[in-house]
C-alpha cells in the first residue's frame, strides 16, 4: 500500500471469516523459519495445512483480530500464507473480485467501489 492510499480491508475481514485459508504445509515456521506460525495451523491432510478456526461451518481465522465491518488487522500480517497474501480485494489493482464480494456479502457489507481505494474520508489510515 502507498502512503497516504486508503485500504478498505483496515474496515472489513469478511474474507478472512468466511472462506477456509489452506496452504502448503511447508509455508508454516517449523518447515519454513519466519513461516506461518505452526500452532496457528491444524493439518487439512497429507499435504496442506489451514489456518485454525478456518475449517468449520463459521469460520473466522484465528489470526484476525478487531471486528469484522469496524476494524480489523491480521495478527500475522507478515508471515501469512500464500492464499492470504494472494487473496486481492475488489478494485485493489483495478480488477473486481466476486469472492471478495461473495465475503462481505455474508457479513452484510456492500461490494468495494474501485474508489474507495483513495477516498480519504471513506476508511481509517491505519497507524
Same mark, same amino acid.
Given at each position: #500500500?502507498? #502512503?497516504?492510499? #486508503?485500504? %478498505?480491508?483496515?474496515? +472489513?475481514? !469478511? +474474507?478472512?471469516?468466511?472462506?477456509?485459508? &489452506?496452504?502448503?504445509? !511447508?509455508? !508454516?515456521?517449523?518447515?519454513? %523459519?519466519?513461516?506461518?506460525?505452526?500452532? @496457528?495451523? =491444524?493439518?487439512?491432510?497429507?499435504?496442506?495445512?489451514? @489456518?485454525?478456526?478456518?475449517? =468449520?461451518?463459521? $469460520?473466522? +481465522?484465528? *489470526?484476525? @483480530?478487531?471486528?469484522?465491518?469496524?476494524?480489523?488487522?491480521? &495478527?500475522?500480517?507478515?508471515?501469512? &500464507?500464500?492464499? +492470504?497474501?494472494?487473496?486481492?480485494? &475488489?478494485?485493489?489493482?483495478?480488477?473486481?473480485?466476486?469472492?471478495?464480494?461473495?465475503?462481505?456479502? *455474508?457479513?452484510?457489507? $456492500? %461490494?468495494?467501489? $474501485?474508489?474507495?481505494?483513495? /477516498?480519504?474520508?471513506?476508511? %481509517? =489510515?491505519? /497507524?
Amino acid at each position: #500500500m502507498i #502512503m497516504g492510499e #486508503m485500504n %478498505p480491508c483496515l474496515t +472489513c475481514g !469478511a +474474507c478472512c471469516a468466511y472462506f477456509r485459508a &489452506s496452504f502448503y504445509w !511447508a509455508e !508454516a515456521d517449523d518447515a519454513t %523459519p519466519g513461516g506461518v506460525p505452526e500452532h @496457528m495451523t =491444524q493439518k487439512l491432510n497429507e499435504f496442506r495445512r489451514v @489456518m485454525k478456526g478456518t475449517n =468449520q461451518v463459521k $469460520p473466522r +481465522c484465528i *489470526a484476525l @483480530m478487531g471486528e469484522i465491518g469496524q476494524g480489523v488487522y491480521c &495478527s500475522i500480517y507478515e508471515k501469512r &500464507s500464500t492464499v +492470504c497474501r494472494d487473496f486481492e480485494p &475488489s478494485w485493489e489493482h483495478g480488477t473486481h473480485n466476486e469472492n471478495c464480494d461473495k465475503a462481505r456479502a *455474508a457479513w452484510g457489507l $456492500p %461490494p468495494i467501489k $474501485p474508489e474507495e481505494w483513495n /477516498a480519504p474520508d471513506t476508511f %481509517p =489510515q491505519a /497507524a
